[in-house]
T-cell receptor
Framework: AQSVTQLGSHVSVSEGALVLLRCNYS??????LFWYVQYPNQGLQLLLK??????LVKGINGFEAEFKKSETSFHLTKPSAHMSDAAEYFC??????????FGAGTRLFVKA | SAVISQKPSRDICQRGTSLTIQCQVD?????MFWYRQQPGQSLTLIAT?????????ESGFVIDKFPISRPNLTFSTLTVSNMSPEDSSIYLC??????????????FGPGTRLTVL
């Protein structure tokens, strides 16, 4: 069975500061891992994903995430936050069975 | 990638009534997924809809409450029946990517925001 835990339902950073959103997963098979972003009144869109290969993956809008198997983590980072990054972020895992499991989400606030 | 549209985008309904949500995809897909996102919460999978077969419902969701149709490879509907205020949520339609490099990636519609009074 797969599960996803996102640490912190809300994260607040200042504009220009580092963004770090934490995600830990559990999977009985090698997982595919995803980060999705949801802007207000919109559906989810993919930020980045890890399937195989390089453990540091880069996504859109300057975000990146590193797959650490030993820590079962897939934390999302961005060196410098922008006001437009304010949104809800969901970590997700696919471990077979045609289902993607989503974390509870982390709302990112960016202060001017 | 896949472009997904949903209708209606939002609705306000009276308890005891039903609402049918439509999902249209711009390409043929095998599976379509329906999710519920309750206020301030994550996505919960309601069911998976395959063309030509009965939908597969997740634990806690039943066909009588959430009947699903899948008449072809680009279209699906979800009905929320006999609604109560607890059904107030965003309902999202989703498909998996089928193109090179998009396998297991999900594409989402904009959602239907439902309020039940």
């Amino acid at each position: 069975a797969q599960s996803v835990t996102q640490l912190g339902s809300h994260v607040s950073v200042s504009e220009g500061a580092l963004v770090l959103l934490r995600c830990n997963y559990s999977s009985s098979v090698p997982p595919y891992l995803f980060w999705y972003v949801q802007y207000p009144n919109q559906g989810l869109q993919l930020l980045l994903k890890y399937t195989t290969g390089a453990t540091l993956v880069k996504g859109i809008n300057g975000f990146e995430a590193e797959f650490k198997k030993s820590e079962t983590s897939f934390h999302l980072t961005k060196p410098s936050a922008h006001m437009s990054d304010a949104a809800e972020y969901f970590c997700a895992v696919w471990g077979g069975g045609f289902k993607t499991i989503f974390g509870a989400g982390t709302r990112l606030f960016v202060k001017a | 990638s896949a472009v997904i549209s949903q209708k209606p985008s939002r609705d306000i309904c009276q308890r005891g009534t039903s609402l049918t949500i439509q999902c249209q995809v711009d390409s043929q897909v095998t599976m379509m997924f329906w999710y519920r996102q309750q206020p301030g919460q994550s996505l919960t999978l309601i069911a998976t809809a395959n063309q030509g077969s009965e939908a597969t419902y997740e634990s806690g969701f039943v066909i009588d409450k959430f009947p699903i149709s899948r008449p072809n490879l680009t279209f699906s509907t979800l009905t929320v029946s006999n609604m109560s205020p607890e059904d107030s949520s965003i309902y999202l339609c989703s498909v998996e990517g089928t193109g090179t490099g998009t396998y297991n990636e999900q594409f989402f519609g904009p959602g239907t925001r439902l309020t039940v009074l």
